[in-house]
């Protein structure tokens, strides 16, 4: 398994084993890896030539300093998961320095309004974050197709935009949101969870299925009442949001539209330990 932290490295190991017409599948991580994130890897090998891991914490994208600091760094226990994929994968593992060459700060980003939704409006700044750092490894490792999951839909829309706006030739590539077998859905931040908060916070998918059957019948504002009261009753839990929107705008749903796709968003706390969660409704 090829492990590097320098860019340099990276690109011309990538230009002695490729060719113009290789397809080369790219995974952007922070680390911290689990079977979601094997999935994608998975995806990516079935699919492409060469397959490119990048395992980075990306300072720019976080609004909460504890939050950055307390982030989970595994990189030895992420290379092993890797190597149970395959022995083929590449690892792009850099430092801040890196990445932003003395310059750790954010471009401002227009993506048409869906930075602004959800995330956007809990998270100051976030998008730029995320769309500065993937630009650049987009940058580096020049992949013909990019794995993303479905978890972090808004950010998956927001990669999307990014791509087009900069006319990018890479295909962004949804993949299904990975679960535990109670249902929490898989995220590096659950490495932060006891084994009681991980019993507690499979509520999360639990009330998104509960509001999916009544969005059925109900209205979108009727539905989030319902799971702010349900949330209210939960002590352990506090409901930052719950959105029902439109998956390509992302705006928020205010009469249902039989032609539109719509998708619920939620994020908690537990013990100061934030989730995120996602559910197509249609």
């Known amino acids: ?53 990048s395992i980075f914490v990306n300072p720019t994208q976080f609004n909460n300093q504890e939050d950055l600091e307390k982030y989970p760094r595994t990189l030895n226990h992420d290379v092993e998961k890797i190597k149970t994929v395959s022995d083929e994968i590449i690892v792009y593992a850099p430092t801040v320095e890196d990445i932003y060459e003395g310059h750790t700060v954010s471009q401002h980003f227009n993506f048409d309004g869906l930075e602004n939704q959800m995330e956007g409006q809990f998270r100051p700044g976030h998008y730029d974050g995320v769309g500065t750092v993937v630009k650049r490894l987009f940058e580096i490792v020049k992949p ?107 705006l928020p749903c205010l009469r249902k539209n039989k032609n539109k796709k719509y998708r619920a968003f939620i994020a908690v706390f537990i013990n100061n330990i934030r989730l995120i969660d996602t559910i197509s409704l249609n």
């Open 144 to 250: 013909t197709h990019a794995y993303f999951g479905e978890k972090d839909f808004q950010q998956l829309q927001v990669v999307k935009k990014l791509v087009q706006k900069l006319k990018m030739p890479i295909v962004i590539v949804c993949c299904p949101i990975h679960r535990e077998s109670n249902g929490l859905a898989m995220s590096s931040r659950n490495e932060r969870l006891s084994d009681s908060e991980k019993k507690q916070a499979a509520v999360i998918y639990k009330i998104l299925k509960t509001a999916k059957t009544k969005f059925k019948t109900k209205s979108a504002s009727t539905v989030s009442d319902l799971v702010s009261k349900t949330f209210e009753a939960i002590p352990t839990i506090t409901l930052e949001y719950f959105q029902i929107a439109d998956e390509v705008t992302l």
């Open 1 to 53: 398994m090829k492990i590097f932290e320098k860019q340099i490295d990276l690109n011309a190991h990538l230009k002695s084993i490729s060719n113009p017409n290789s397809t080369i599948g790219f995974v952007p991580t922070m680390g911290a890896l689990h079977s979601g994130h094997l999935s994608l890897l998975q995806e990516s090998i079935q699919n492409n030539a060469f397959t490119v891991i």
